[in-house]
Structure formats: C-alpha cells, structure tokens
C-alpha cells in the first residue's frame, strides 16, 4: 500500500486521476491531503474542511473484470469498510444512509465520491474519494446535522493511525467484490442502511412529500421505496430526500 501525503491539493481525487494517467500504479495507492481547496461531493456538490482537522483522501482501486453492471457493489464495499473502521474508535451508532453517506448519531460525519474509469464493459479502476471529520469541532453555521469523531467522543485522534485502520478495512470489503461475494456484500450494506424498513416522510424532486419505508436498494444502486399502497417506487441520486428529520 502506497500513500502518498500532501500538505495542500484542489482535490486528491484529481490529482490521483492525472498520477495514475500518468503512470502505472499498484492497487490501493493513496493520496491524502491535510487541506483540500476544491474537495468535491456527489453531483458537483462540495466538501468543506477546516485544514489539518480531518481526513481527505483518495484511494485506486484497480479492477481485472468488475462489470460496469456491479459498479454499486464498490459503494457498498467502501461504505461497508469505513463504518466498521469507525466503530473501533467511537463507540456510537453508525449508519449508512443511502448511497453512502456515513451518519454518527444521526449526523453525517464522511462522504465518500466515487469516480469509474471504463474499459468496455467493465471498470477498469476507481478512484474513491473519501471525506471524514476527525478533530474538527466547530463547521460553518450553514452546514446542518454534522459530526465529528471528536465531538462525538472529546478526543483527540491520531490521523495516521486512523488513516491506516480505515484503508485495511476498506481493502477487506473490496476484496469481496473480487470473490463475486455481491449477495453478501447486499445484505451487510441493508442491516445498516439507515432507516430501513422504518416508515418516514420522504419529498421527492417535484415537491411531493409522501410516506414510505427504505425496503431494499436494486442492482443499479437505486432505493427502493415502499409506499402506503404497498407499491414500490425506484429513486436515483437527488430524486429523493427524507422531509423531516
């Protein structure tokens, strides 16, 4: 395992994407970042750290035949690792809330991007960009229903070690991907799918505030809904929120 520290980037999944055009790196080389100017979320949505506080990285995952198909399984996997990770610190409720948001105590503590480079059919590597609030304990007033590992717990932790405890662990749950171990990959990610089969109001992105129940989420990552008639709807990323909290 590879990584590679820096004190200052736009972003450690660019630069990870311009190394590894580059030149040829091994698998589960990482680039960590002690500040990020342009750390980036889902949908071009942006990632705010205060520098030297948190953990900002990247890691490659290189694939020999994972289908474009499967690409939700990597979400799982990353989603999977970094929670376990995360309980061997602070011991608190963890949940991933859909697609992989990281909530402590029902306040989001990491985000994880994930970028696919194709070959065809298939992935031929990834670039998963993880954000994760460590010592940080004040945020802007805009930002709502955020944590930290040290505003959870009062301490103050080593990023290093906690760095390295979160790359093994993540490296554990890919490895499944490349066993085809989806199924069990599914229902690990399902029992700690926040709000699952739990009925809550959700708006969707026309406004319309409905109720349902988190049932399952479907091969293409979308979340499954059950609603009051007991039909089912399918969402994609931003089409769907909860309404309260």
């Known amino acids: 395992m590879n990584i590679i520290k820096l004190n200052a980037i736009d972003s450690t999944n660019s630069y990870l994407k311009k190394l590894v055009q580059k030149s040829t790196l091994d698998t589960f080389t990482v680039v960590v970042a002690k500040h990020q100017t342009l750390g980036r979320g889902q949908l071009g949505t942006t990632w705010v750290s205060e520098q030297g506080k948190n953990l900002t990285f990247s890691i490659l995952v290189n694939f020999k035949s994972f289908k474009i198909q499967d690409q939700f399984y990597l979400s799982m996997a990353v989603s999977l690792g970094l929670i376990s990770a995360l309980r061997a610190f602070v011991d608190v409720p963890f949940k991933i809330k859909w697609p992989n948001d990281i909530l402590a105590e029902k306040d989001k503590i990491a985000g994880i991007l994930i970028e696919n480079i194709l070959r065809g059919a298939f992935i031929n590597y990834s670039i998963i960009g993880i954000g994760l609030n460590v010592n940080q304990e004040i945020f802007p007033n805009d930002i709502e229903n955020v ?22 662990s993540i ?20 029992a700690e799918l926040y709000k699952i089969n739990t009925p809550a109001m959700f708006e969707d992105n026309e406004g319309e505030i409905f109720l349902g129940k988190i049932i399952s989420v479907d091969v293409n990552g979308r979340l499954v809904v059950e609603l009051e008639n007991e039909t089912t709807r399918k969402f994609n990323l931003k089409e769907i929120k909860f309404a309260s909290r």
Do not use: H, Q, R
């Open 147 to 168: 944590t930290s590992l040290k505003k959870l717990s009062g301490t103050t932790f080593n990023e290093d070690e906690l760095l390295s405890n979160i790359l093994v």
């Open 171 to 190: 490296e554990k749950y890919v490895k499944l991907i490349e066993e085809d171990a989806f199924e069990s990959l599914k229902k690990m990610y399902l």
